[in-house]
């Protein structure tokens, strides 16, 4: 049986619950509830654990699962800014909407939003041999999706009938692969992407995460994958070697 710790976290400096973490992960727990979360900071930052689950009951600060690599972070309730900052493995579900720079610098993971997300979201975005990070959003996301992304993917729904609301997607862009359920007005690409056809390898991605999203949030898989797909890339590996002296 899974040792599971109940922990109201009213009044507790961010310091302190992140210490509490790392205490019971020590002494073998491997499930977390964590009570009355009301903007907590940096819940999980640096937490190096694989198959402890922790449950975030209300609405958590900036920079959730930081440096992360291993947990499962389950929020009941919608996130603030930053959320998976450099993450590197382990995956955080939000049960609700999250806000900017989500998955900025993210290096590995996985990142699932049932509904909608802010500005600049993938940011950075890197991947390195077996690390590939993913983030899928249920709802729509705003300007400057995938700004400066080097890899990964990024994976838009648009489940409450809009995927975008802004422009500039892809500004940046060198790496990784955006996709976005439904047409793209093109004017809202940034000049570093393009729009590329689906092959099988792409079906296959789009599967694997978007089973594993509806699992979570109980959506019908089969409905979502009988809709068209666009697929962004960007043109170059080095959009702004022209700027560069060597």
Not at 11 to 36: F, P
Not at 129 to 152: C, H, N, R, T, W
Not at 164 to 192: C, P, Q, W
């Amino acid at each position: 049986m899974r040792a599971c710790t109940i922990v109201d976290v009213t009044g507790l400096s961010y310091r302190t619950l992140n210490a509490l973490l790392r205490h019971l992960v020590q002494k073998g727990v491997r499930e977390v509830i964590l009570k009355n979360v009301l903007g907590h900071r940096f819940i999980g930052a640096g937490l190096k654990a694989e198959g402890i689950t922790i449950h975030v009951e209300g609405t958590p600060g900036n920079d959730l699962g930081a440096f992360m690599d291993g947990p499962t972070l389950l929020v009941y309730g919608n996130a603030q800014d930053c959320v998976a900052n450099t993450m590197d493995a382990g995956e955080i579900v939000i049960y609700g909407d999250a806000g900017d720079l989500l998955g900025y610098s993210m290096r590995g993971g996985r990142v699932f939003v049932m509904g909608d997300v802010g500005y600049r979201v993938g940011i950075h975005m890197k991947a390195w041999g077996s690390q590939m990070p993913v983030i899928v959003i249920g709802g729509k996301a705003y300007d400057f999706l995938g700004e400066y992304m080097a890899g990964g993917t990024i994976i838009i729904l648009g489940l409450k009938g809009e995927t975008l609301r802004g422009s500039f997607i892809g500004t940046g862009m060198h790496g990784g692969t955006i996709y976005i359920r439904g047409e793209v007005d093109k004017r809202a690409l940034a000049k570093e992407v393009e729009v590329m056809p689906l092959k099988d390898e792409d079906v296959s991605l789009l599967k694997k995460h978007i089973y594993d999203f509806c699992q979570y949030f109980s959506f019908d898989f089969q409905k979502i994958m009988k809709s068209e797909f666009t697929k962004l890339k960007p043109k170059d590996i080095r959009p702004y070697a022209r700027l560069y002296s060597y």
